[in-house]
Each structure stands twice: as structure tokens, then as C-alpha cells.
């Protein structure tokens, strides 16, 4: 099997070189390609890579290309873990909604729309290569923020695409510690849209154990997420850690307000996990790889492309698929996160007891944004932007909205296509 990883360069792929390692008499791969416009990464990451799966007893060969045609063709599956635009782009994310008291964050609101713009069109692009030079029946895993929009994009362009991020297994990981059980035996009755998700349930070996968690561990779930466990226990389920953009919006600004963006900080993790991986000696994953973020990815994206490379038959994953009824009051082409069965088919949800009006709203709410923000991508304008970020939940007044759409498309004008060929 032929693996392709487009944004290969990433220091986050040594956690998913590190996975396949783990699973090498289940997962059948004997090459990985990384693909990257930044030569200087595919040299130090790429050689690095080789490392880890020749000290962990693995097979596969690990090639390096900037040719996304060169790397793609003949791949049975596509993960695409890109950012367009590189820290720059996320620091000025983090940054430029701040000025109108809005949170800053790479993947909802102001700045969350400003990634969904650069991205959108280069992941399509990519897509169309995918298809044409890989095959139809070539699977597209979809990591690249945000992903719930992308990978609406992905279907609505025909493309065989599933999305795919670590909330859902970070918080498998992280309950099953609490409860003294092994990670296997957790289920998690997890809905919502990607990072707008909640757990309603805590499943061990078919009892629910929320209560208990609500109970006897609200306190560390609270400081875990930073949302009050006063909160879990009236809502009677867990928030995932970005709800707190929702819950507690204007404390998130007012700190953002007085500290450095995310950004800074990942780029010098960065540059420390360039370094490492540039030293010959390191042949296992390094300890600050865990500052990165992206915790369980690896275990999370070879599970899934097992699944849908038909190496299991039908599997669980918690994904981001279409809609089609599960959750009534959306429409059917909306993408949600829900706990799905997975085989070589792809992504069928699993069904959902009726949701609850204090999160089916907001939910509601962020999926109109979203397929505004859709058409924003797509087809480009500054008025299409504007409405988006008006229909956004964590802005929503047009003052506001028009001054974050000019800020926005002056801080993204060399990346937008529409904006840089006016």
C-alpha cells in the first residue's frame, strides 16, 4: 500500500509515522510519501521518518517530493494535513479579531473563516490531482483545519473524502485513565459539528459512566477543559475545550488580549522539533513532540485508514461525514462529528438520540455559518464574507462583521485567489 501525506513537512507527521510503526503486521504499508512545498522540512522530517519505522522493525520506505502529482499518483489513500499560509497565516488568525473584541483562534470564528478561505480552494485543487492521477477509489483523509468545512467542500465536489480530528480520541484517551479502564473499552456517545462537540455519554463495557465522572472527577474535567463543572452537571455532558470560545468568550478575548498567540508558541516548538529530528541519532519520537499538539492523531488516522483501506472490515470511529438525517434539524449535505461505522465504503453514522435544545441551537447556528463561509471560499467577495462572519454565533453585529471582513481580506490578500487577481 502507497500512503500519501500532502503537508508531509509538518512536525506533526513523525506522530503519524510513529503510528504506522506501532502497527506494522496490521497495516499493509510498504511506502509513505511526503509531499511539501518546503524542501528544507521534506530533508529534515523525511530522513527522520526513515528512522522511526527502521528502529520500530517496519518495512516501509519513506520518499520525499515538492511534486504533488509525482507524490500522489498511485496512493491508496491521501491524508492532507496542510496549512496554507504557513504560522504567518495562523498568527495573524490568532491576532486580527482581537482589535473588534472577538475571540482569536485558527479555526472558528474571524480566523477560523480567514483559514477556510486559503484553504478551500487548494485542498480542491489537490482533490481534482488526487482523483485523476490516484483513482476514484482512492480514499481522501481529511486533518486539515477547519475541518468541518473542508471536508463539506471535499463531498460537495464528489470526491471520496472523510474527515478526521483527535477531540473524540484525546478525550477516549484521557476518561479511560480517570476511570482505570483500558482505552478499548470506552464508547463515547459524541455530537456535534468538528470543535463544537459535546459527550453525552461515557460507555464501559455498555454501562455509562458520565455520571460518575460528573461526580467524582467534574474538578479535573473542568481544569482539563477550562469550562466550569458547574456547567457539565447542568448541561449533563462534557463540552470539548473549544466550546470554551463559546461559553466563556469574553474571559478567552480579554486573556488573549495579554498574552503571546498560539502561533509563537507552536513556532518555537517547532523549530526545537526541527532540530531534533535534523540529529541522526534520534530514532524515537521525541517528548516535545507533545507540545505540538495533535495529541492521538497518529493512533487515530492509521485506524482509520485501516478501516477504510478494508483491512478490518467494519470499525467505529468518531468522523466528520455527512449528515443525511441523523440529526433531523440539519440538512442532510451538513457534516457532523458523530461516532460512525467505517469500512472500505466509508463513513455511515451511527444513529443519535434526539439532541438536546441547549446544544441543538448552537449547533444550528455554527452550520448555517458554515455554509456560508462555504460559499465564501468558493466563490469569493467581500460581501460573501461579510454575511458569514455576521451569521457567526461569536460575532454577529454587522459593525463588526464588515470590520472583520476588510481586516480579514487585507490581512489575507496574497493568498486569497479572488482578492490577489482583482
Not at 506522530?15 to 510503526?21: R, Y
Not at 497518529?298 to 477504510?308: G, R, T
Not at 444513529?351 to 462555504?374: D, F, K, M, N, Q
Request: contains cysteine; proline residues 5%; aromatic residues 4%.
Amino acid at each position: 500500500m502507497k500512503l500519501t501525506v500532502v503537508g508531509g513537512g509538518s512536525t506533526y507527521t513523525p506522530e503519524l509515522i510513529d503510528g504506522i510503526a506501532g502497527r506494522r503486521t496490521s497495516l499493509a504499508v510498504d511506502e509513505i510519501v511526503l509531499v511539501d512545498p518546503d524542501e528544507h522540512r521534506l530533508s529534515v522530517v523525511g530522513p527522520f521518518s526513515q528512522r522511526l519505522l527502521e528502529h520500530a522493525g517496519h518495512p516501509a520506505k519513506v520518499r520525499t517530493t515538492t511534486s504533488l502529482e509525482d507524490g500522489v499518483e498511485g496512493a491508496s489513500a491521501v491524508l492532507l494535513q496542510l496549512r496554507v499560509g504557513g504560522q504567518k497565516a495562523r498568527a495573524s488568525d490568532e491576532t486580527f479579531p482581537l482589535t473588534c473584541g472577538c475571540v482569536g483562534q485558527e479555526t472558528t470564528g474571524a480566523g477560523g473563516l480567514a483559514k477556510a478561505l486559503r484553504t478551500v480552494p487548494v485542498v480542491l485543487d489537490i482533490a481534482d490531482k488526487v482523483r485523476r492521477l490516484a483513482g476514484e477509489d482512492t480514499w481522501i483523509v481529511n486533518f486539515t483545519n477547519p475541518v468541518g468545512i473542508v471536508t463539506r467542500a471535499l463531498l460537495q465536489h464528489g470526491h471520496k473524502a472523510i474527515g478526521l480530528c483527535n477531540v473524540a480520541i484525546t478525550f477516549q484517551r484521557w476518561t479511560s485513565a480517570l476511570l482505570g479502564v483500558d482505552p478499548s473499552t470506552v464508547e463515547l456517545e459524541h455530537v456535534g459539528l468538528n470543535h463544537l462537540t459535546w459527550e453525552r455519554g461515557v460507555y464501559v463495557d455498555g454501562v455509562d459512566r458520565l455520571p460518575e465522572l460528573l461526580s467524582d472527577h467534574v474538578e479535573g474535567l473542568a481544569e482539563h477543559i477550562g469550562i466550569d463543572g458547574a456547567l457539565m452537571r447542568r448541561l449533563n455532558m462534557v463540552p470539548s475545550y473549544y466550546l470554551n470560545y463559546f461559553y466563556n468568550h469574553d474571559a478567552v478575548v480579554k486573556k488573549q488580549q495579554t498574552e503571546p498567540p498560539r502561533a509563537e508558541v507552536v513556532a518555537a516548538v517547532e523549530k526545537e522539533l526541527l532540530d531534533i529530528y535534523g540529529d541522526p541519532s534520534v530514532v524515537t519520537k521525541p517528548e516535545q513532540l507533545g507540545q505540538r499538539g495533535g495529541a492521538y492523531y497518529s493512533e487515530a488516522a492509521v485506524q482509520l485508514v485501516h478501516a477504510l483501506t478494508g483491512g478490518a472490515g467494519a470499525e467505529k470511529h468518531v468522523v466528520n461525514v455527512q449528515n443525511n438525517g441523523t440529526l433531523p434539524f440539519l440538512p442532510d449535505d451538513a457534516v457532523i462529528e458523530v461516532s460512525s461505522t467505517v469500512d472500505s465504503s466509508g463513513g455511515a453514522p451511527l444513529p443519535v438520540r434526539p439532541v438536546e435544545p441547549s446544544i441543538s441551537g448552537l449547533i444550528s447556528h455554527v452550520t448555517a455559518y458554515e455554509y456560508l463561509a462555504l460559499e465564501a471560499a468558493l466563490h469569493g467577495g467581500r460581501d460573501r464574507v461579510a454575511n458569514a462572519l455576521l451569521a457567526h454565533p461569536l460575532i454577529g453585529q454587522h459593525a463588526i462583521a464588515d470590520q472583520l471582513a476588510d481586516e480579514l481580506i487585507a490581512q489575507n490578500r496574497d493568498l486569497l485567489p479572488w482578492v490577489k487577481g482583482a
